[in-house]
């Protein structure tokens, strides 16, 4: 098993920065992939990025410019930093966690929420 907390989302100005952090603790896999989703109220949950071990790193079209994701594999953690935040921004930011070994498997954190005010 696998367990993702997700902390530093708050209220923040339009403009203001964020960073959130994912940390991740149990059986880990050495191959594996970082996601960050988030999902606004009434609306689905869309990609912002994800990092997978070898560095590999995929933005969301919506963010693209705007957010940096990084991972610390010392302390199974993964971060998303959050720039020139915008009203529609705000959301709930989920982690995830995706496995390759033993076998393909994924897990998701509780979430964090990012309010930006105008």
């Known amino acids: 098993q696998v367990q993702l907390v997700e902390s530093g989302g708050g209220l923040v100005q339009a403009g203001g920065s964020l960073r959130l952090s994912c940390a991740a603790s149990?059986?880990?896999?050495?191959?594996?992939?970082f996601g960050w989703y988030r999902q606004a109220p009434g609306k689905g949950r869309e990609l912002v990025a994800n990092?997978?071990?070898?560095?590999?790193?995929i933005y969301g079209d919506s963010v693209k410019g705007r957010v940096t994701i990084s991972r610390d594999n010392a302390k199974n953690t993964a971060f998303l930093q959050l720039n020139s935040l915008e009203p529609e921004d705000t959301a709930d930011y989920y982690c995830n966690l995706e496995q390759y070994e033993p076998r393909y498997r994924v897990y998701w954190g509780q979430g964090t929420q990012v309010t930006v005010s105008s």
């Open positions: 990092i997978n071990s070898n560095g590999f790193i």
């Open positions: 149990g059986s880990i896999a050495t191959l594996n992939t």
